[in-house]
């Protein structure tokens, strides 16, 4: 079967450094996308992988090692608007999205 | 109009009852896709549409159907509910050509069946 995996949970500090990772197993790998949720609200996009190696996109980076079935998302300098839920996402051999339960991210002051 | 619409927000249903979400952008986009998304869960499929006149089944299509009469909507139907299809539904889209891509989503309808 197909399966994302990523922590329910984490907490962390203002102003302090996170990583959020997820690994996969899932028929085929045609790209590797994290998204973030706030409650209530709908997903929005973040980032994209399908090379191994890190994408950085201001205070948020992507990590991705297709040979590990792995992947982080790297949030840098962290403020309270940070606090959501971030969803793991790989689209398999067919072409479709298989999503993560996602990671809720606490922020403490 | 930008981006996605759906509407409504959100409904309470009787169970046995009939009952269409809709879904529209305005970005052109050639493929939809409607998903639920429940406490705990991923997000997981139900139909998807990689252009106006196709359709296709997801992870979850029981109990649901779909219509893709032109890039535009993509309404999701519920024939008759049962509780177990209490959920949030988003509605998403996406450009086929792109290299990423990558979907966008509605804000979702929040759906009751009691």
């Known amino acids: 079967g197909q399966n994302i995996d990523q922590p329910t949970e984490m907490t962390a500090t203002e102003g302090a450094i996170v990583q959020i990772n997820c690994t996969y197993q899932?028929?085929?790998?045609?790209?590797l996308f994290w998204y973030q949720q706030h409650a209530g609200e709908a997903p929005t996009f973040l980032s994209y992988?399908?090379l191994d190696g890190l994408e950085e996109k201001g205070r948020f980076s992507s990590f991705l090692s297709r040979s590990k079935g792995y992947s982080y998302l790297l949030l840098k300098e962290l403020q309270m608007k940070d606090s959501a839920s971030y969803l793991c996402?790989?689209?398999?051999?067919?072409?479709?999205?298989?999503w993560g339960a996602g990671t809720k991210l606490i922020i403490k002051p | 109009i930008a981006g996605i619409t759906q509407a409504p927000t959100s409904q309470i249903l009787a169970a046995g009852r009939r009952m269409t979400l809709r879904c529209t952008q305005d970005?052109?986009?050639?493929?939809m896709y409607w998903y639920r998304q429940d406490l705990g869960l991923g997000l997981r499929l139900i139909h998807y549409?990689?252009?106006?006149?196709?359709?296709g089944k997801g992870e979850v299509p029981d109990g649901y159907s779909v219509s893709r009469a032109n890039t535009d909507d993509f309404p999701l139907t519920l024939a008759s509910a049962v509780p177990s299809q209490t959920s949030v539904y988003f509605c998403?889209?996406?450009?086929?050509?792109?290299?990423?891509?990558?979907?966008?989503f509605g804000p979702g309808t929040r759906l009751t069946v009691l």
């Open positions: 998403a889209s996406s450009d086929r050509g792109g290299a990423a891509d990558t979907q966008y």
């Open positions: 970005m052109r986009h050639n493929a």
């Open positions: 549409s990689n252009t106006a006149g196709t359709t």
């Open positions: 899932t028929s085929g790998f045609n790209g």
């Open positions: 992988n399908v």
């Open positions: 996402a790989v689209r398999d051999s067919n072409y479709q999205l298989i």
